[in-house]
């Protein structure tokens, strides 16, 4: 067995909205995955004991990325109108404000970059993205945003993450214009 290092990309898909496939090149930091499981303890004359409750304490993904107005509108499509001269270039994205957004869920696959399918993959099938919008202006440095995706249990089986490969019978990569994992074409 091999431990894995080098590029990752996230890839984001919502239905009705699409996807969008942010490369490692536009990752800042780090991709952090938490999914950490609670315990119970249990009181007894012979000792406290405690065990795995089976419950997940605020599991998600969070990652940074470099912030372009164009990505932006790609990852909160919901929060965003594309202009009408330049719609592949041009926009906005508004945070706030009276208009009630509905967070619609999202699917987010962590893809080993250079990987020619899906095998080392980490998907999860449910989660919603909070809306953040801090962003730090420094000099000599680039413009990056914090992306929060809070996992929830997916709503057939309740699994929160499948880590490894995307199909049990055959090479996959994941879409992002279907958001579902495909068949790779034989050799």
Known sequence: MQ???GKVDVTIYR???????IPAEMLAEEVAVTGD????????????????????????????MVLTSALLREVYPELSTNSTDRPTVAGQT???GNACVVREPAK??????????????????NVLLSQNFTARFT?????????VAHVQPEAVTGALVYVGTGDLTEFTLFDE???EYEPLASS
């Open 139 to 147: 000099p000599g440095e680039v413009l990056t945003l914090p992306v």
């Open 177 to 179: 214009t279907t958001g």
């Open 15 to 21: 239905a009705g909205y699409g996807g969008v496939r």
């Open 37 to 64: 499981e609670g315990s119970v303890s249990n009181p007894t004359f012979a000792g406290t004991f405690t065990k795995p409750s089976e419950t997940y304490d605020e599991p998600r993904v969070a990652f940074t």
């Open 3 to 5: 431990s894995k290092s």
């Open 108 to 125: 987010l696959v962590i893809h080993w970059t250079c990987d020619g399918n899906s095998d080392d993959d980490w998907y999860f099938p």
């Open 94 to 96: 508004v945070f706030g």
